[in-house]
């Protein structure tokens, strides 16, 4: 995706929305972010003939070109030549107009577009739009003569409807057939099918009212959209029958129904790199909940380094409102050692158990496991009599993933705290025999002399 052409056509003010989109476009070029949507905007024209609709004010064209922005025209209109809408646009400084292919009179006003492009010496962008039940077939004799396609994902007239899942395969037909014409896609697209036409290789993506019916936000979604295009276009290279595996996303599994990419790790910590000193927790909370794997990863690495740099306190407050979400060991593994674990680290030992037996004491496997993966920090900083006590408490619970996680604060507690360690273990293994795989991990740095005393 290379563009975002954001529809104006419900702003009441628009210079003050122009204000605050180019604060927000400066704000993320001076981050030097990579490939970021390139903002264009645009005008839907209609005129309660060809659509049961009335559109912008096409002299609103003027107040947009004072600011400096690339402008494409959407003529909803039945008559664009006899009705000066065509000749209007061109004055007042739009050179990107598309109509569309179900007006009566099509050949002759796409001839008329042609001899103006050659009259402005082909400054001039051709576009074509086709309704959803129309279809691109019809503009094979055309398609030498048009700059670009514009495919409705809803039936052109009205904002606010819902994404027609049918054009998706549009676009992926007009990008293979026609690899050189320009394909923009109008209708529904938000943040939550916003992946589709980026999937799809479009060009263009027109969106509305997401973007303009909230200025408040509009930073955040804007970010979402960006984002979501960022991790879309990362190149598919993990073995995702193997992470589905690991995962357990099939059938039956405790992660039945998550959505893998296949975004291989590293790429999605640099993604986040780039992001987490912008993004808000408000915009990571969409990351947080998606169905999407790839997309969750992202949220935890932005929080990890969030608290890594910033020290941010309310990290652990965020984590708690969405912990349903953090439902598989690798969210868990990546996020909470750091992000809770830290932050706590500094507090009382009354006050660190206090905590961690909130969630130790659940039955939710994951929420359990952020107990015991949260005193990784705490083990490193060597606060024994609070690691062995919270580690009692689930030292013999069958579930592998907890004995795992168990045997891997164990092992880091023993690596700046040996004796005390060992000694916590053959008490352990005196009452009763140490679960193998809790010992396996714990042990793991241990000497044979030390091994065999567990015996």
């Not at 954001?6 to 704000?27: A, M, Q």
């Not at 051709?126 to 809803?154: F, H, Q």
């Not at 959209?225 to 599994?253: D, H, M, V």
């Not at 169905?291 to 309310?314: G, P, Q, T, W």
């Amino acid at each position: 995706m290379k563009n975002l052409s954001i529809s104006i056509l419900n702003v009441e003010n628009i210079p003050y929305f122009l204000g605050k989109l180019k604060e927000i476009e400066t704000k993320l070029q001076k981050r030097k972010i990579d490939n970021l949507l390139d903002i264009t905007i645009h005008f839907d024209v209609m005129d309660n003939k060809f659509v049961p609709n009335n559109g912008i004010d096409i002299e609103k064209i003027k107040v947009v070109k004072e600011y400096g922005y690339y402008m494409d025209t959407h003529l909803m209109v039945e008559k664009p030549i006899e009705d000066d809408y065509i000749d209007k646009t061109i004055e007042y400084g739009c050179n990107d107009i598309t109509i569309h292919y179900e007006i009566e009179n099509f050949e002759n006003v796409l001839k008329y577009l042609i001899d103006k492009k050659k009259k402005l010496n082909g400054n001039l962008k051709i576009g074509v739009s086709i309704k959803p039940k129309t279809d691109i077939l019809v503009l094979e004799k055309y398609i030498k003569d048009i700059d670009k396609v514009l495919v409705m994902s809803v039936e052109p007239g009205f904002g606010g409807q819902k994404y027609i899942p049918d054009a998706t395969e549009k676009i992926e037909a007009l990008k293979n057939k026609y690899k050189d014409i320009f394909v923009q896609v109008d209708g529904g697209v938000n943040k939550d099918t916003f992946h589709l036409p980026v999937r799809a290789n479009c060009d263009s993506a027109v969106v509305g009212s997401y973007l303009t019916k909230n200025v408040d936000v509009l930073e955040d979604n804007l970010n979402i959209l960006n984002i979501i295009k960022g991790i879309e276009e990362q190149p598919k290279e993990a073995n995702i029958e193997f992470e589905s595996r690991t995962l357990q996303t099939q059938k039956g599994g405790y992660a039945q129904g998550d959505i893998l990419l296949g975004i291989k790790v590293p790429r999605l910590r640099k993604l986040s790199k780039m992001w987490y000193n912008i993004v808000s927790l408000n915009t990571l909370s969409y990351f947080i909940k998606s169905d999407i794997h790839d997309y969750r990863r992202f949220a935890v690495f932005c929080l990890v380094n969030m608290v890594n740099e910033n020290n941010k306190s309310v990290i652990k407050e965020f984590i708690d409102e969405n912990i349903v979400y953090l439902n598989n060991w690798d969210l868990v593994d990546a996020c909470v050692p750091i992000c809770i674990g830290k932050q706590i680290k500094n507090e009382s030992d009354e006050y660190i158990y206090s905590i961690l037996r909130e969630y130790t004491k659940l039955e939710n496997i994951w929420t359990k496991r952020i107990g015991i993966v949260s005193l990784l920090y705490i083990a490193k900083e060597n606060r024994k009599e609070v690691v062995f006590k919270a580690i009692d408490d689930v030292f013999y619970e069958d579930f592998h993933l907890f004995q795992k996680a168990s045997g891997w604060v164990l092992r880091e507690l023993y690596k700046v705290n040996p004796k005390d360690t060992l000694e916590y273990l053959v008490n352990k293994n005196k009452y009763k025999k140490i679960p193998s795989i809790l010992k396996s991990y714990a042990t793991e740095k241990m000497s044979i002399q030390e091994k065999n005393k567990l015996k």
